[in-house]
T-cell receptor
Framework: DAKTTQPTSMDCAEGRAANLPCNHS???????VYWYRQIHSQGPQYIIH???NNETNEMASLIITEDRKSSTLILPHATLRDTAVYYC?????????????FGKGTRLSVIA | NAGVTQTPKFRVLKTGQSMTLLCAQD?????MYWYRQDPGMGLRLIHY???????AKGEVPDGYNVSRLKKQNFLLGLESAAPSQTSVYFC???????????FGSGTRLTVV
């Protein structure tokens, strides 16, 4: 699976959009981009995933560049409860027997 | 739906003692995983299973054994605990067609 690069930490004002970048310049054509987050002391939580089209669900939006070498997770109206570590992971979707590999992620602090 | 349940939630062991961590899921998931997380670090895969009766090693398997005798349960054993195994242990499960992992709430283990 391709490696990813994320900033170590970011701050965001409450109510503003949080934009979390991820670089995955070695991504292969059949690899998806997954985002998970981990709120303090809890197990990670799945947020969203995508292949090449932009995706949106009730939690967030995922914007993938046309060359697929980078992506951005967008939390449209960040709240204090969005303070967490966010993990960007690249993986072939059907490789259920190839487990997710977590890096160190981005620590997002939402500030009142 | 309970999802993924881990027991116990907390445990203190003495060096050399043994114990088993239990992970149970009620979602009929095929795949199950054990990760450990040390302070300030991302999750590292210990062992995983792609089906009942099968297990495989992850990134950091030494000092641990696992068993998947029933589809819904995945046990992680420490035969002779060491202080280096002090960590938070997370179990997760998924299906081949399900892109998201469901994580348990973790077991905080301290070895003194």
């Amino acid at each position: 699976d391709a490696k990813t690069t994320q900033p170590t930490s970011m701050d965001c004002a409450e109510g503003r959009a949080a934009n979390l970048p991820c670089n995955h310049s070695t991504i292969s054509g059949n690899e998806y981009v997954y985002w998970y987050r981990q709120i303090h002391s809890q197990g990670p939580q799945y947020i969203i995933h995508g292949l090449k089209n932009n995706e949106t669900n009730e939690m967030a939006s995922l914007i993938i560049t046309e060359d697929r070498k980078s992506s951005t997770l967008i939390l449209p109206h960040a709240t204090l409860r969005d303070t967490a570590v966010y993990y960007c992971i690249v993986r072939v979707a059907s490789s259920g027997n190839t487990p997710l590999v977590f890096g160190k992620g981005t620590r997002l602090s939402v500030i009142a | 739906n309970a999802g993924v349940t881990q027991t116990p939630k907390f445990r203190v062991l003495k060096t050399g003692q043994s114990m088993t961590l239990l992970c149970a899921q009620d979602m009929n998931h095929e795949y199950m995983y054990w990760y450990r997380q040390d302070p300030g670090m991302g999750l590292r895969l210990i062992h995983y299973s792609v089906g009942e009766g099968t297990t495989a090693k992850g990134e950091v398997p030494d000092g641990y054994n696992v068993s998947r005798l029933k589809k819904q349960n995945f046990l992680l054993g420490l035969e002779s605990a060491a202080p280096s195994q002090t960590s938070v242990y997370f179990c997760a499960s998924s299906n081949p067609a399900n892109y998201g992992y469901t994580f348990g709430s973790g077991t905080r283990l301290t070895v003194v």
